[in-house]
């Protein structure tokens, strides 16, 4: 399989927990993106690299939340302290570049706080 | 006023009809229009693009594009029941080309 892949595809935790999630992008793709998605909303964007640099982070994100690419291949979302509001599909994509039109999403990961 | 909006549907077409999904988008600068295809429970699948004024075709699905009226939409002949899915816009801001900003998406049933 040489498409986007997301680690683990569940998780349950309870509040106040750290949980990290992993994105392996399509190993061409140099440019890998987090979204969140919750129920009835479109994917949010969170952050994205391009090769290890992070290059966006979204104003929404709060600083419990951290990413990485430490050498530009997969990538590692933190959660620290997670809250209820936390809840929500975690999204990773990648692309060649600036073509978005070869942005292809990872299956997500599914987080619930309890 | 939201940056791109749908609506959120549920757009019922019978089986065989066209079925017209539409999108509009507050930045008159945005260049770049995506159509995405997101099944109950999976991710979003990128189905259409289009970059200029007009239409774009790809087998059932057809991309129509007026930047004058800041929408875009979405046509799929001969709607299928798998077609059933929520269908995302998505757009780029003239200020940042390298993300994706979505609208909250238009569910379609197709009903045989």
């Known amino acids: 399989d040489t498409g986007v892949s997301q680690n683990p595809r569940h998780k349950i935790t309870k509040r106040g927990q750290n949980v990290t999630f992993r994105c392996d992008p399509i190993?061409?793709?140099?440019?890998l993106y987090w979204y969140r998605q919750t129920l009835g909303q479109g994917p949010e964007f969170l952050t994205y690299?391009?090769?290890?640099?992070?290059?966006?982070k979204s104003r929404l994100l709060s600083d419990r939340f951290s990413a990485e690419r430490p050498k530009g291949s997969f990538s590692t979302l933190e959660i620290q302290r997670t809250e209820q509001g936390d809840s929500a599909m975690y999204l990773c994509?990648?692309?060649?570049?600036?073509?978005?039109?070869?942005?292809?999403f990872g299956p997500g990961t599914r987080l619930l706080v309890l | 006023q939201k940056e791109v909006e749908q609506n959120s549907g549920p757009l019922s077409v019978p089986e065989g009809a066209i079925a017209s999904l539409n999108c509009t988008y507050s930045?008159?600068?945005?260049?770049?229009f995506f159509w995405y295809r997101q099944y109950s429970g999976k991710s979003p699948e990128l189905i259409m693009f289009?970059?200029?004024?007009g239409d774009k075709e790809d087998g059932r699905f057809t991309a129509q594009l007026n930047k004058a009226s800041q929408y875009v939409s979405l046509l799929i002949r001969d709607s299928q029941p798998s077609d059933s899915a929520t269908y995302l816009c998505?757009?780029?801001?003239?200020?940042?080309?390298?993300?994706?900003?979505f609208g909250t998406g238009t569910r379609l049933q197709v009903f045989p």
């Open positions: 930045d008159r600068g945005s260049q770049s």
């Open positions: 690299f391009q090769n290890e640099a992070q290059l966006e």
């Open positions: 190993s061409e793709h140099n440019r």
């Open positions: 289009i970059y200029s004024n």
């Open positions: 994509a990648s692309s060649l570049g600036l073509a978005l039109e070869t942005q292809y």
């Open positions: 998505a757009v780029t801001t003239p200020y940042n080309t390298d993300k994706l900003i």
